[in-house]
């Protein structure tokens, strides 16, 4: 008789795209998805809500810190081959542009074809964080839907649901699981292990996640590097 | 192996840091595997705290509780016998204190061979055991464990307050703050002539490869504990 094949654990991975630590976690969860038998849930969530919920500040509001930070991702990034650049305006983009307006639309495309979720994620991070462009604009949220490979009907469709007030009710839902898990910043990761939900901060605990899904760590893998420039 | 060949890390801790002790059970072990000299360097995190305008991450709830979980799981993944205290943020304010650096200190003028035990009986009194660190009799007591003979236990006691030992202690910490350190635990690998800061105790892979090295996981089966 075959043996039992063991059950996919469901990993939720709750991430707000304005944030740069979080492209690295997403692709490295990406490239685990064909390693690891897991069941990787996409879950957009809305960073600010997360840091008004948990009443947390962002980390670069120390100097010396933001400073040591700017370095920090481009080493990792650089590592984990993740084409990584900084915006002319950082401030600007993160905390006077926010991500509302994207947070929804992923929310709507994640409520009606999900499969598009992964690309439409990584084109996000493209836009911002690869070719310093907008991710506010309508435009900018078709372009990326486009090059995600979701056709231009469905696209424009999805895009007029937005502030519907059941695609806002399903962002601010998630962004209340994500708190009720404990969150505090992005990305939040919750491996269900054992009935048992495990919640990781952060892009630096993978070997530690591996250990506890009783997976192993092989490192960022950047030869399954998926982003495409 | 000629130690010209062997690459300079320092280790800026402070023992009121659970993440520092990771980080410096980790350096400990890899200098067996890794081409390495490890400096340990005991400094403040008050005055680093202070200085660059920084808070304690215990300021936010959920973070402060994440933090309790993720160091019991890394404590289970490194095999480090970290406990925790039943009032963290309470103790870290009230029952850690300068005088535990300043006497770390004082023992790197001294007698540096005795830093790392010394450094890991503190650690593991604070943040294991949950016992005192802050009276003069509790010093006494984890020196001895740490194999400090008592004449020089004895000496080192009665210099804590002395200029030359707050001096040295400031100097260290003014070092780290010139790396750019906002916290604790700050590692500086030296290569190519160039100083390489790091913060934390989850940057090994990247300081790995910017020695030529690699990683060989927690390497629990050289664990001191």
Not at chain 1, 80 to 105: D, H, Q
Not at chain 2, 128 to 157: F, H, K, M, V
């Amino acid at each position: 008789m075959a043996a039992p094949v063991q059950a996919r654990k469901t990993v939720e991975f709750f991430y707000d795209v304005l944030s740069p630590y979080t492209w690295l976690a997403f692709e490295v969860m990406c490239r685990y998805q064909q390693k690891w038998n897991i069941d990787l849930k996409l879950r957009p969530f809305f960073l600010a809500g997360i840091m008004k919920g948990a009443d947390n500040r962002p980390p670069a509001m120390v100097p010396a810190k933001g400073q040591y930070m700017t370095k920090d991702v481009l080493m990792l990034t650089d590592m984990y081959k993740v084409p990584f650049n900084w915006p002319s305006n950082p401030t600007e983009v993160m905390f006077v542009k926010g991500s509302v307006n994207a947070g929804r639309f992923l929310t709507a495309v994640d409520m009606s074809c999900e499969q598009y979720l992964e690309e439409l994620t990584r084109q996000l991070f493209l836009r911002i964080y690869y070719r310093d462009e907008d991710i506010t604009e309508p435009a900018s949220l078709l372009s990326a839907a486009m090059k995600a490979g979701i056709p231009e009907d469905l696209a424009k469709q999805l895009l007029s649901t937005i502030k519907d007030q059941t695609v806002k009710d399903r962002l601010r839902e998630t962004t209340q699981t994500a708190l009720d898990y404990g969150a505090f910043g992005s990305p939040t990761i919750v491996a269900h292990v054992d009935g048992k939900p495990k919640m990781f901060f952060g892009s630096d605990r993978f070997e530690l996640m591996a250990h506890m899904l009783g997976e192993k760590w092989h490192g960022p893998l950047p030869e399954l590097a998926k982003a495409k420039i | 192996m000629a130690d010209a060949d062997k690459k300079v890390i320092e280790l800026f801790y402070d023992t009121i840091s659970p993440y520092s002790w990771i980080a410096f059970e980790v350096l400990c072990r890899y200098r067996s595997r890794w081409n390495i000299d490890l400096r340990l360097r005991p400094f403040s995190l008050a005055a680093v705290v202070t200085e660059t305008g920084n808070s304690p991450p215990g300021r936010v709830p959920a973070k402060l509780k994440w933090m309790g979980k993720d160091l019991m799981r890394q404590a289970y993944f490194y095999k480090i016998p970290f406990r925790g205290r039943k009032d963290p943020n309470n103790d870290m304010a009230n029952k850690h204190n300068i005088n535990v650096m300043l006497l770390l200190t004082a023992v790197t003028m001294d007698c540096p061979q005795h830093l790392e035990s010394l450094t890991r009986e503190l650690w593991l009194r604070f943040w294991s055991r949950e016992e005192d660190i802050t009276q003069p009799a509790s010093l006494e007591a984890a020196a001895t464990a740490a194999g400090i003979p008592a004449d020089q236990t004895a000496a080192l006691l009665a210099k804590l307050q002395d200029e030359t030992v707050k001096a040295r202690l400031t100097e260290t910490t003014q070092e780290a703050l010139r790396h750019g350190a906002f916290g604790a635990p700050t590692i500086v690998a030296h290569v190519g002539g160039k100083p390489h800061m790091y913060w934390g105790s989850d940057r090994f892979l990247l300081i790995a490869d910017v020695l030529g090295e690699e990683w060989q996981g927690p390497l629990t089966e050289l664990a001191h504990l």
